[in-house]
């Protein structure tokens, strides 16, 4: 009887954990993951934002380099970290099946 009794005052943090964990925890990994694929696919022309606020262009960006240089202002060049970009606001690759058709 007094197993049962632990069980089940422990049942309510369980529950909240197991909610936590599909509400924030997994979705939070799954942008990792993605964010990690896009920063791998950095190309030049790509639109990007700075961990520190700064949106800048891409203009340099070699594959397997931790570090990328970044257009902030007309003329104005910093290397940053890869790891240092937050979000990739716009990217210039094209997906593999967008095809122009002729009307």
């Known amino acids: 009887m007094l197993?049962?009794?632990g069980?089940?005052?422990f049942a309510p943090m369980i529950l909240v954990f197991i909610v936590f964990y599909f509400m924030l925890i997994r979705p939070q990994?799954?942008?990792?993951?993605?964010l990690k694929a896009q920063l791998a696919a950095l190309r030049r022309g790509d639109?990007?934002?700075?961990s520190g606020g700064?949106?800048?262009?891409?203009?340099?960006?070699?594959?397997?380099s931790p570090e990328i240089e970044v257009e902030i202002a007309?003329?104005?060049r910093v290397?940053?970290?890869r790891s240092n970009v937050s979000e990739i606001l716009s990217s210039s690759a094209?997906?593999?099946n967008d095809v122009k058709t002729k009307k």
């Open 3 to 5: 197993a049962n009794s």
């Open 7 to 9: 069980i089940i005052q």
């Open 29 to 34: 990994q799954t942008r990792q993951r993605e």
């Open 47 to 50: 639109r990007v934002l700075t």
């Open 54 to 64: 700064i949106i800048g262009t891409v203009q340099l960006a070699r594959e397997g």
């Open 74 to 76: 007309p003329g104005i």
């Open 79 to 81: 290397q940053i970290m």
């Open 94 to 96: 094209k997906p593999a």
